[in-house]
Antibody, heavy 119, light 110 residues
Framework: EVQLVESGGGLVQPGGSLRLSCAAS????????MTWVRQAPGKGLEWVAN????????YYVDSVKGRFTISRDNAKNSLYLQMNSLRAEDTAVYYC????????????WGQGTLVTVSS | QSVLTQPPSASGTPGQRVTISCSGS????????VYWYQQLPGTAPKPLIY???QRPSGVPDRFSGSKSGTSASLAISGLRSEDEADYYC???????????FGTGTKVTVL
């Protein structure tokens, strides 16, 4: 059974940092591009970043460039999102997802972890 | 602000056919495949359609997708109460070098 389990969410003050993790199992993690997607409360889906199978390519939405860093550890079947200089508008549920081909279908999704940026 | 535009809502009675549109541009839908996701209340999105009109295994054939030029659409035939959900289109945007999602459409079964 495929599982993606996010962790690391919580309440953080504006300007603070948080590191999200996503533990993968049930599929060949190292063969998949991995993606972070977020959803602000009551709003739609927003793609945040994705990373190539070997970590050699990364793409980010403009609003997080220079603040967020996506990374992965294939030996641990894990995906990460380091979030710095957090803003109120970063408040959202963050989902990790797997895509077998670049820009393709997001086949697998985690249940999400909530990040709240507030003083 | 999303670059893919969907109607905010759509509705129908059980058994009816509902269609959701997704409007983009030459740098996204016009060039790349379109994908559709279903998000039931309180849950993570689920893949519904890939490569414009293909269904992943397990998705009922009541769901169908199409694409023409810079627009795409999702059709749900034989509408059922369990189809009440939010639906999102998505694709890659070559100008933005990023994945883009549609604004989302809430489907209500009357």
């Amino acid at each position: 059974e495929v599982q993606l389990v996010e962790s690391g969410g919580g309440l953080v003050q504006p300007g603070g940092s948080l590191r999200l993790s996503c533990a993968a199992s049930g599929f060949t993690f190292s063969s998949y591009w991995m993606t972070w997607v977020r959803q602000a409360p009551g709003k739609g889906l927003e793609w945040v970043a994705n990373i190539k199978e070997d970590g050699s390519e990364k793409y980010y939405v403009d609003s997080v460039k220079g603040r967020f860093t996506i990374s992965r550890d294939n030996a641990k079947n894990s995906l990460y999102l380091q979030m710095n200089s957090l803003r109120a508008e970063d408040t959202a549920v963050y989902y990790c997802a797997g895509e077998y081909s670049f820009g393709g279908l997001l086949d697998y999704w985690g249940q999400g972890t909530l990040v709240t940026v507030s003083s | 602000q999303s670059v893919l535009t969907q109607p905010p809502s759509a509705s129908g009675t059980p058994g009816q056919r509902v269609t959701i549109s997704c409007s983009g541009s030459s740098s996204n839908i016009g060039t790349n495949y379109v994908y559709w996701y279903q998000q039931l209340p309180g849950t993570a999105p689920k893949p519904l359609i890939y490569r414009n009109n293909q269904r992943p295994s397990g998705v009922p054939d009541r769901f169908s997708g199409s694409k023409s030029g810079t627009s795409a659409s999702l059709a749900i035939s034989g509408l059922r109460s369990e189809d009440e959900a939010d639906y999102y289109c998505a694709t890659w945007d070559d100008s933005l070098s990023g994945r883009v999602f549609g604004t989302g459409t809430k489907v209500t079964v009357l």
